[in-house]
């Protein structure tokens, strides 16, 4: 999961400050859920989503009661939905009929809040799922009740407004942690709205960049490319999480290290050119590359001299392009013979005898399979 989409959304960044602050006031809501669903012809079916589990959900972690009308809630919160499932008809393969599969779906609807009798806020969400060209004779169902209902509601924007809704009631971080634990999103212009109504949002990064669950630490991350901080206090934390147990989250803290320009991270890097992982070694050499440290260099070069993999040593001698301002590209033999030159240092090749074993494997596995072909010609037995 992560914390940002690219959707467009009514969020609470598009408002004004005085909206925000009446929404900050609130403290107990009554909430209106109206939804209906039709077959493909129009007739209702017996179907429903968990919206207001969800929306009870959303409002009870921000702290907000949720009580009846009758009992003078500060806001009232409106959700109207419709549903329509959509139907084909498929031909099995030499059957000479057609069959009805309900197996698409479109669900529009909106939200609204009102405080007393003024409408605060009011947005619509919508989103569809055609039925395919395609399908086999397996797959599908004749009930519209079956249709993809689900799948369709949770590709439209309904939490994302939800979350932008009462967000500014709560900050940043708790947005980030309810965003997780509801498995849903926040529209980037909300949460850079947040990062700077917050008073030392680094500290807030630094705390949720030290939280052990995945989904928290991909926000988190995704928050710093949104806004980057020079803080030397995050740059700490994400050096620690360069030795996360997840390859992914490594990854994500290696390429932050680089785009942010962390030269305190450089030693750190330079460690990570030696991972058992390709990619983590990858990442590594270009987060180098962007930090332009000349004390990359030399690990650099032993990285070239050591490694068969073009995936690998091609990044390397990028990044030492970018850090020598010299040009001999992907030439491994000019770069080392300039080192040695300039400074009468050896770059001992060498490669790395699990690689090297790989490398050969998978050259081997290459002949048999063109021997197998026929290639050359006439070597295949008949």
Known sequence: MMLCSSAPVTSMADMDVQLREQMSEIDSISVSIDQAFTDHEGSPIGFSLPIHAQTMAVLSHWGIDIVSPDMSPNATLNIELRGAALAARYAPPGSGYAILRFVGAEITGRTTLSVGDDQIFASGFEAQH????????????????????????????????????????????????????????????????????????????VDLLGDERQEVLDSAMSILEIKSSGSEAVAEALMLLTGHTSDGIKIKAVDLLGILGYSSAVEVLIDLLKYSTEDVRRSAAVALGRIRSEQAIQPLLETIASTINPTITDPAMVALEKITKRGFGRDEEKWIEWWESSTGMKIEKYTNPQEQSNFWFALILVAVGLVWLGWPRGTRSP
């Open 130 to 205: 055609k039925p395919p060209s395609h399908l086999s004779i397996s797959e599908g169902s004749d009930k519209p009740t079956d249709a993809p209902f689900l799948t369709v509601y949770e590709s439209s924007e309904f939490r994302t407004q939800l979350l932008d809704l009462t967000a500014h009631k709560v900050g940043l971080r708790s947005l980030v942690l309810a965003s997780a634990e509801l498995d849903s999103i926040a529209h980037p212009d909300l949460v850079l709205d947040l990062v700077n109504a917050e008073t030392n949002p680094e500290g807030v990064i």
